[in-house]
T-cell receptor
Framework: QKEVEQNSGPLSVPEGAIASLNCTYS??????FFWYRQYSGKSPELIMF????GDKEDGRFTAQLNKASQYVSLLIRDSQPSDSATYLC???????????FGKGTKLSVKP | KAGVTQTPRYLIKTRGQQVTLSCSPI?????VSWYQQTPGQGLQFLFE???????NKGNFPGRFSGRQFSNSRSEMNVSTLELGDSALYLC?????????????FGPGTRLTVL
């Protein structure tokens, strides 16, 4: 059973701080990794994707991938109240079309 | 470019009925995937279609079925509805079905089974 694990939270950080969201996956053959943000009552919105080991930065967001440890993380710098949402980690394996999602981490950014 | 659209946005059905949900992918996208989202189970994969062919299927009973048309639009059908089928049904499209393709989600259809 291929699994993606995330802490459900809630993770609470003050405005302006760095929020760190973590995700582990069980399938070593996984090739593609995605972070989605989902506001309450809305559908998931793609934030970042990463395929190679190391860091990938996009604005205030940095995704980090360590395939040896089967670990992917998302850092949000200068967190804003508008970042308050559930963050979903998704993994796609080799030759696999569907994404396997973690259950999400709820982030709360306090003003 | 218009995003993924799903119709209807909300549905209320009773047990035993059947329902058909529709999804129109982003223009040019040929792959459509369907997911079910519930508070307890999170997002679970239902099936994926590419060029009118089902490529992959999740672990759901045969009451759940789908299809894709030549214009890439997709429908999913749930027959003999059960209370546990109440969920947000999400459709996602991607350009192709390669492992590096990103999936973009529609707004979802909220199904309530009474």
């Amino acid at each position: 059973q291929k699994e993606v694990e995330q802490n459900s939270g809630p993770l609470s950080v003050p405005e302006g701080a760095i929020a760190s969201l973590n995700c582990t996956y069980s399938d070593r053959g996984s090739q593609s990794f995605f972070w989605y943000r989902q506001y309450s009552g809305k559908s998931p919105e793609l934030i970042m994707f990463i395929y190679s080991n190391g860091d990938k930065e996009d604005g205030r967001f940095t995704a980090q991938l360590n395939k040896a440890s089967q670990y992917v993380s998302l850092l949000i710098r200068d967190s804003q109240p508008s970042d308050s949402a559930t963050y979903l980690c998704a993994v796609r394996g080799r030759s696999q079309g569907n994404l396997i999602f973690g259950k999400g981490t709820k982030l709360s950014v306090k003003p | 470019k218009a995003g993924v659209t799903q119709t209807p946005r909300y549905l209320i059905k009773t047990r035993g009925q059947q329902v058909t949900l529709s999804c129109s992918p982003i223009s040019g996208h040929r792959s459509v995937s369907w997911y079910q989202q519930t508070p307890g189970q999170g997002l679970q994969f239902l099936f994926e279609y590419f060029s009118e062919t089902q490529r992959n299927k999740g672990n759901f009973p045969g009451r759940f079925s789908g299809r894709q048309f030549s214009n890439s639009r997709s429908e999913m059908n749930v027959s003999t509805l059960e209370l546990g089928d109440s969920a947000l049904y999400l459709c996602a499209s991607s350009y192709l079905a390669r492992e590096t393709d990103t999936q973009y989600f529609g707004p979802g259809t909220r199904l309530t089974v009474l």
